[in-house]
């Protein structure tokens, strides 16, 4: 048996390839899918099937792509959304076997209502599934979110549940193997190690410890997620079936003096936030590359054209290689010269960096034309909160910046200063000017709160 998990930067996605006696399947594959066939071959396997735990919303599914590649078949679990038009229905107790293993279907409705799960079985192991592909029902220290469905909230909690009671009767000695580990939008709660088993996660997961179906609802609905626009557009084109990654894994370079005649919708400068500052085109935005699979889909859209500014061509092939992954591969072209186009005579922008004591200072003056504007998420917030400041999630500012007055002066903070950098960025791009981060944010603020 070989069980391999390949994993997805940024998003932190999970996939696997499991096979055994010559045949293969994939469970939960990414657009940009050649990985799986060129690690089935090398192991002298031949990908037979392909399962999808259920519709994502946050990437693009690779099985369309892999089936075609492969002539496998995709299995997907039942969806009252419509068919999925590349994949046949699975439902609860169709099993299929791949060498000594066998895949048996389990039906777990609550993240989505096409959810499925894998319980994995080997037949030289008789006693009980060795492992389980969970997808987003259960990850390593949480559980899967429930607020897809604002109109049926209590009753796709309950669902969830359920679907837990099940994996869980698959026995303490079954391996689990999440679609999602720690940073994904997909739960806020997960560990940061990538393995776990039924038994553990049974007595150490904070979501599994609530007994009562109607204590685990009353949970699930008091949580707070957020849905970037972009999540419409995965669900949709997860569907039908996406298009093929682009072959080519950066884009096209520019020069500088081509630059303001690209016709790019945006300009994102994908260098770390302090470069940012220091120094940017004007009307760019600050993505680093690290942050674009959490908020690219946010600010742009499918139609949006794209110049990415970074400090190398390696960074310009990872942040492309991150926004084909969410479907936005409108990407026009690339500059890798920031610092040599600020020596030429570029016009450039800074945001400026203030620590702690200037933003006590401005608090303790109670000044009408500056806002301290926390981007932290809600849940961030009300744990601590700094008194005299107002919120606006960072994501939210796509729109909500039509809110703000570029009159008016903003500081950007959030826990360190890097989602600030971002919101900032964005804020700079729509043409606000007053605009400065505190530099360490929440973290330099409660490190002087305890000196003092």
């Not at 390949?6 to 657009?31: N, Q």
């Not at 391996?175 to 393995?195: K, L, N, T």
């Not at 949006?304 to 990872?318: C, F, K, T, V």
Request: glycine share 10%.
């Amino acid at each position: 048996m070989l069980l391999r998990k390949i994993k997805t930067p940024g998003l932190s996605h999970l996939s696997y390839l499991v096979g055994s006696g010559g045949k293969a399947a994939v469970i939960d594959p990414r657009r940009d899918c050649d990985i799986y066939l060129e690690t089935a071959r090398a192991e002298g396997l031949e990908i037979t099937h392909i399962f999808e735990t259920h519709r994502n919303e946050d990437l693009v599914s690779g099985a369309p792509i892999l089936a075609s590649m492969t002539g496998a078949t995709v299995y997907h679990g039942p969806n009252p959304a419509g068919d999925v038009v590349y994949a046949k229905t699975a439902r609860e107790g169709d099993r299929f076997d791949i060498g000594q293993l066998t895949v048996e279907i389990i039906e777990t409705p609550g993240h989505t209502d096409d959810h499925i799960a894998f319980a994995l079985y080997d037949s030289e192991y008789p006693d009980g599934a060795v492992g389980v592909f969970t997808g987003d029902a259960l990850f390593v220290g949480d559980v899967g979110r429930t607020d897809f469905y604002p109109d049926r909230k209590r009753e796709v909690a309950g669902l969830l549940f359920d679907s837990l009671q099940k994996i869980l009767a698959l026995g303490d000695q079954a391996m689990i193997y999440p679609a999602h580990g720690a940073g994904s939008v997909c739960g806020s709660g997960m560990a940061e190690r990538e393995f776990s088993t039924v038994g553990h996660e049974r007595k150490n997961n904070p979501r599994l410890q609530i007994g009562s179906r109607d204590a685990f609802i009353e949970a699930k609905i008091s949580e707070n997620h957020y849905q970037p626009p972009y999540f419409r557009l995965m669900e949709r084109l997860n569907l039908k079936g996406g298009d093929p990654a682009p072959r080519v894994p950066r884009p096209k370079n520019l020069m500088l003096s081509e630059l303001d005649n690209c016709n790019a919708t945006h300009w994102v400068d994908v260098r770390d936030p302090m470069a940012y500052a220091s120094g940017h085109f004007p009307g760019s935005m600050s993505l680093p590359v690290g942050m674009i699979s959490a908020f690219a889909g946010w600010y742009i859209g499918e139609e949006d054209s794209i110049l990415l500014i970074g400090s190398d061509e390696s960074q310009l092939a990872s942040a492309t290689e991150h926004l084909v992954r969410i479907a936005l591969d409108n990407i026009v072209g690339g500059y890798s010269g920031v610092v040599p186009a600020a020596a030429s005579g570029k016009s450039m922008e800074q945001i400026p960096m203030i620590e702690t004591e200037e933003v006590r200072k401005r608090l303790q003056e109670h000044r009408s034309d500056w806002t301290l504007l926390d981007v932290r998420d809600a849940d961030e917030r009300s744990e601590v909160a700094i008194d005299g400041s107002q919120h606006i999630y960072v994501g939210e500012l796509n729109e909500r910046w039509k809110e703000l007055d570029k009159a008016h002066h903003y500081t950007l903070m959030c826990a360190s200063g890097m989602r600030a950098t971002v919101a900032a960025g964005w804020l700079a791009s729509r043409g606000f000017q007053k605009l400065d981060i505190y530099l360490g944010s929440m973290g330099a603020w409660k490190a002087a709160e305890e000196e003092n």
